[in-house]
Nanobody, 121 residues
Framework: QVQLVESGGGLVQAGGSLRLSCKAS????????MGWYRRTPGKQRDMVAT???????IYADSVKGRFTISRDNAENTVYLQMHNLEPEDTAVYYC???????????????WGQGTQVTVSS
C-alpha cells in the first residue's frame, strides 16, 4: 500500500541541469532513509545519493559537487538536484525509501518505477 512516484527525468544537453522528485504515499508511519539509485543497461543498480530523516547525506564519488539530495519530511518527498550533467549520467534513476507502515512493523524497502535521464553530448 506504499507507492513511490518519481518525476523530473528527461533529455538534457551536457552541462545542463535537471531536478528529480519522488513522493512516497500510502500507509506510512515513518521514513528512515530515502535515496536515489541509477542503472545503465547491462549494469547493476548503483547508489547515487541517500539522505536520512535527520538530513545526513551520502554521495557516490562520481556525483559529488554536482548533485544535491534533499527531502521534505512533511511531504514524504525526496529530491535530487543535478547540475553539470555528463553523458555518463545517462541512466534510469530510481527512488528508494526505507520505511515502516505502522509502529509495530519492521522497516521495509520500497522502490519507485524509475525515470529516464538522458544526457546528450
Amino acid at each position: 500500500q506504499v507507492q513511490l512516484v518519481e518525476s523530473g527525468g528527461g533529455l538534457v544537453q551536457a552541462g545542463g541541469s535537471l531536478r528529480l522528485s519522488c513522493k512516497a504515499s500510502g500507509t506510512i508511519f515513518s521514513i528512515n532513509t530515502m535515496g536515489w539509485y541509477r542503472r545503465t543497461p547491462g549494469k547493476q543498480r548503483d547508489m547515487v545519493a541517500t539522505i536520512t530523516s535527520g538530513g545526513s547525506t551520502i554521495y557516490a564519488d562520481s556525483v559529488k559537487g554536482r548533485f544535491t539530495i534533499s527531502r521534505d519530511n512533511a511531504e514524504n518527498t525526496v529530491y535530487l538536484q543535478m547540475h553539470n550533467l555528463e553523458p555518463e549520467d545517462t541512466a534510469v534513476y530510481y527512488c528508494n525509501a526505507v520505511l515502516r507502515g505502522s509502529p509495530w512493523s519492521p522497516h521495509d524497502v520500497y522502490w519507485g518505477q524509475g525515470t529516464q535521464v538522458t544526457v546528450s553530448s
